[in-house]
């Protein structure tokens, strides 16, 4: 009963996200945040008849799991574009290692199911989703970190975003560490509480994006982009260097 009240409260936040978000034109901005948004509405939706087929939920479960995993990786690239674009050559080589970071833990997310012996079966949240929340938590660690060493400010519907999936993913890595630990019954902690903490982000989004807020523009110049242009010089002027290294070394 509880479980289905969860669910119930988290189609109902889904459902008004999702229009507010086009009412506000808000999912034009994000489409790949309200994407991800719609994805797990259409699995909420579907889950419930589902469940009465033992063979098809699990291959549904696990299907729509790695496929949140992807589209979430999805909206934090967005949420990079959009929190850094007054900064372009920042955001294009943060969204390149990011998702340089994404596609390695995806395809070693991938073969370590494939090596479990009937996957779709045996295999646990751990293994399938332990890397990428990692990863995931990290982007968001590492954004809140550059912006609050620049002092950026952020806009109220960036903010929102930060919030909520800071606190999802804090959760699921905690939960996924005791699961990984052994710790006992931290798996029914994981079914039980993981729940709570989406509709928890939930509720933070819709207050934050309920309407369209741009990102303040900041009352003194922030040497972000000057500084990502000394590294990459630098960095340019080693590669330089080493190629020359490397072709006099071939070359003797």
Not at 24 to 48: K, N
Request: aromatic share 16%.
């Amino acid at each position: 009963m509880i479980s289905f009240l969860i669910l119930s409260a988290g189609i109902a936040l889904e459902l008004v996200l999702l229009t507010r978000g086009v009412q506000q034109g808000l999912i034009r901005r994000y489409p790949a945040f309200y994407s991800y948004i719609g994805f797990v509405l259409a699995s909420d939706v579907l889950v419930y008849p589902v469940h009465f087929y033992k063979h098809i939920y699990l291959y549904f479960y696990w299907f729509t799991e790695f496929s949140g995993l992807v589209l979430g990786c999805l909206a934090l690239l967005e949420f990079y574009r959009a929190a850094l674009a007054s900064y372009p050559g920042t955001a294009r080589m943060a969204r390149a290692l990011l998702g340089l970071i994404f596609v390695v833990a995806m395809i070693k997310t991938v073969i370590k199911m494939m090596n479990v012996y009937e996957w779709w079966f045996y295999a646990t949240p751990v293994q399938v989703e332990g890397l990428l929340r990692v990863c995931q938590l990290l982007a968001i660690s590492l954004l809140t970190v550059l912006f609050l060493f620049y002092a950026i400010p952020f806009g109220k519907n960036l903010r929102g975003i930060l919030l909520g999936f800071g606190l999802y993913l804090s959760w699921s890595v905690i939960c996924l560490a005791l699961v990984a630990a052994g710790v006992a019954k931290a798996q029914s902690l994981w079914s039980y509480t993981l729940p709570i903490s989406y509709v928890l982000a939930l509720f933070v989004w819709t207050v934050h994006l309920w309407s369209y807020q741009p990102n303040p523009v900041p009352d003194r110049a922030i040497p972000l982009e000057q500084d990502y242009l000394r590294v990459a010089a630098a960095t340019q002027r080693r590669l330089h260097t080493a190629r020359g290294h490397l072709a006099k070394a071939v070359g003797s």
